[in-house]
T-cell receptor, first 110, second 114 residues
């Protein structure tokens, strides 16, 4: 079946550090892949998405590339800010289902 | 502005009482969803509706009920049969009825039952 596995947290980084949050997936067919962000006490916001292999999603300095050969969709940002502190969820859609990872908490310290 | 609203943001109830959480969307989306989130946990699907007057159970439907009488509204009732109702509840919607479409979320309702 379909599933998403993402790197466990929490992750703590200093401001301006490089961020990588790993996400791998298992799926049949051709799923779409997403990253959502949840700020404290709020709902989830769609951060970026990719709908086919080799697509790169990007938004607010975050990027993720849909890698079919490694079944991965790792989230990266070159220089994190304190305001990026949040929980990040990797997600997959396909086969009339939507699957979320368990979330990775990121704290950025000044 | 189009979006999803959930009210109230915080809700307190005594054990044994039913409580209804509101979810409204003006995105003209066909499908709507309810998720439960516990501290440090991912999202678990409670119920979803792909079209008006129809809904299906998700992974943890026991102790919950829903209705979908209007396209824009999908209220969730947490009944007294739900053993651990204290949680953060998130409503979402997507453009079409397939669960494969990207989902848009409301701000959530934090329910505390004592």
């Amino acid at each position: 079946g379909n599933s998403v596995t993402q790197m466990e947290g929490p992750v703590t980084l200093s401001e301006e550090a490089f961020l990588t949050i790993n996400c791998t997936y298992t799926a049949t067919g051709y799923p779409s892949l997403f990253w959502y962000v949840q700020y404290p006490g709020e709902g989830l916001q769609l951060l970026l998405k990719a709908t086919k292999a080799d697509d790169k999603g990007s938004n607010k300095g975050f990027e993720a590339t849909y890698r079919k050969e490694t079944t991965s969709f790792h989230l990266e940002k070159g220089s994190v800010q304190v305001s990026d502190s949040a929980v990040y969820f990797c997600a997959l859609s396909g086969g009339n289902q939507f699957y979320f990872g368990t979330g990775t908490s990121l704290t950025v310290i000044p | 502005d189009g979006g999803i609203t959930q009210s109230p943001k915080y809700l307190f109830r005594k054990e044994g009482q039913n409580v209804t959480l509101s979810c409204e969307q003006n995105l003209n989306h066909d499908a709507m969803y309810w998720y439960r989130q516990d501290p440090g946990q991912g999202l678990r699907l409670i119920y979803y509706s792909q079209i008006v007057n129809d809904f299906q159970k998700g992974d943890i439907a026991e102790g919950y009920s829903v209705s979908r009488e209007k396209k824009e509204s999908f209220p969730l009732t947490v009944t007294s049969a739900q053993k651990n109702p204290t949680a953060f509840y998130l409503c979402a919607s997507s453009l079409q009825g397939s669960l494969s479409y990207e989902q848009y979320f409301g701000p959530g309702t934090r329910l505390t039952v004592t």
